[in-house]
Nanobody
Framework: QVQLVESGGGSVQAGGSLRLSCVVS????????MGWFRQAPGKERAGVAR???????RYADSVKGRFTISQDSAKNIFYLEMNSLKPEDTASYYC????????????????????WGQGTQVTVSS
């Protein structure tokens, strides 16, 4: 059973930074597409960033230049570094992984993934 365990959420003031981590237990070597989503109250879960096993990344327009997704394959961990945080970044953040490669033509959708983390809250105050 593949499990994803997240950590790193918290509360920060606008302009601050946080780093989210997602540890992939078991079969991490077979994961080819890893991503981060977020969901604010009353809104749909939306893709934030993704990284393919080849290291190719893609970001939502709202986070470009502020967020960075990366992976440490040796440790079966991938990260979301979030800088210059804004109140509108407040949401529950979820990591996700899939065996197949990311779709090169678009950002990720929830239906692209079958393994999910439990979610971690990020709150940005003004």
């Amino acid at each position: 059973q593949v499990q994803l365990v997240e950590s790193g959420g918290g509360s920060v003031q606008a302009g601050g930074s946080l780093r989210l981590s997602c540890v992939v237990s078991k079969y991490a070597f077979s994961m080819n597409c890893m991503g981060w989503f977020r969901q604010a109250p009353g809104k749909e879960r939306a893709g934030v960033a993704r990284i393919d096993s080849d290291g190719i990344t893609r970001y939502a327009d709202s986070v470009k230049g502020r967020f960075t997704i990366s992976q440490d394959s040796a440790k079966n961990i991938f990260y979301l570094e979030m800088n210059s945080l804004k109140p509108e970044d407040t949401a529950s953040y979820y990591c996700a992984a899939a065996n197949w490669h990311c779709d090169s033509a678009r950002l990720i959708l929830p239906s692209d993934f079958h393994y999910w983390g439990q979610g971690t809250q990020v709150t940005v105050s003004s």
